[in-house]
């Protein structure tokens, strides 16, 4: 009886290892045709190729979003490239070639809103923040805290007064690496939490003063124009354009990015 139970295990876990294989083949490969048509300009075929991993597999990552990105923008699909930059920066922020690519797919949006600037010393800190994911700084201050212990293991084991003067200088350049790391971890994933940007996909929709049709137009709304979700209620949207101008959206006009 035991045996047969743990045959049965056995064969359970063969087949868990063999779906798991067979998923990552089927994402590696459907990645690779996707390549495959983008590279001969076949993007409707490529967009297939490269929603069978999300849909399917699901898997992400920068590059199969910025690679969506790319077939959409090919298509003349403003929204879906938009929205598709848009994630790939989720994974990678600081990317040169994804934002090149989203800010020529920006000029081709209808509606030309300002952006206002951060300034001051919460830009500073954006600024620095940003530069990393929070779970990335959160690896940086794991790694910190290793250096800190092996500077704390050097001063103590040292005979050497020079040399306990370094590790001991040491202890506090890591310790203070680790609380700022981890501070910056703490706000970069607040930030990440409290920030929903989303893309039009709608042709032209308006933004009303109140979540109902009958009120009155603050502005309208265009493809491919991004915009922060700030609340929700029942079918509409409460959002911010760049300019910080707030109103109302129909929920399904936009799509979020996180």
Not at 43 to 72: M, P, R, T
Not at 148 to 157: E, I, K, T
Request: charge should be positive.
């Amino acid at each position: 009886m035991a045996s047969g139970q743990f045959m049965t295990n056995k064969m359970k876990n063969i087949l868990y290892i063999l779906l798991l294989t067979t998923q990552v083949f089927f994402a590696q490969n459907g990645f690779e045709r996707g390549n495959d048509f983008y590279k001969n300009a076949k993007y409707e075929q490529a967009v297939e190729a490269y929603e069978s991993v999300l849909n399917i597999d699901k898997q992400q990552s920068a590059e199969l979003f910025f690679n969506l990105g790319n077939c959409y923008y090919r298509l003349n699909k403003v929204a879906p490239a938009i929205y598709n930059y848009e994630k790939a920066l989720t994974f990678s922020p600081n990317d040169s070639e994804i934002l090149n690519n989203l800010k020529f797919a920006q000029k081709r949006t209808i509606d030309e809103i300002k952006v206002i600037p951060k300034v001051g010393f919460g830009k500073l800190l954006r600024d620095f923040t940003g530069i990393y994911q929070y779970n990335t700084w959160g690896w940086i201050s794991i790694s910190f805290s290793v250096l800190f212990l092996l500077c704390f293991c050097g001063y103590y084991f040292s005979q050497i007064s020079l040399s306990k003067r370094i590790f001991f200088l040491g202890m506090f350049l890591m310790l203070s690496l680790v609380l700022v790391s981890v501070a910056a971890a703490i706000f970069e994933k607040s930030h990440a939490k409290n920030e929903r940007p989303a893309v039009v996909f709608a042709e032209m929709v308006d933004m009303k003063s109140e979540p109902q049709k009958r009120a009155a137009n603050v502005f309208v709304l265009h493809e491919g124009t991004k915009v922060f979700v700030k609340e929700t209620l029942d079918s509409w949207k409460k959002i911010q354009l760049t300019d910080g101008t707030e109103g109302w959206i129909e929920s399904s006009a936009i799509k979020e990015v996180k």
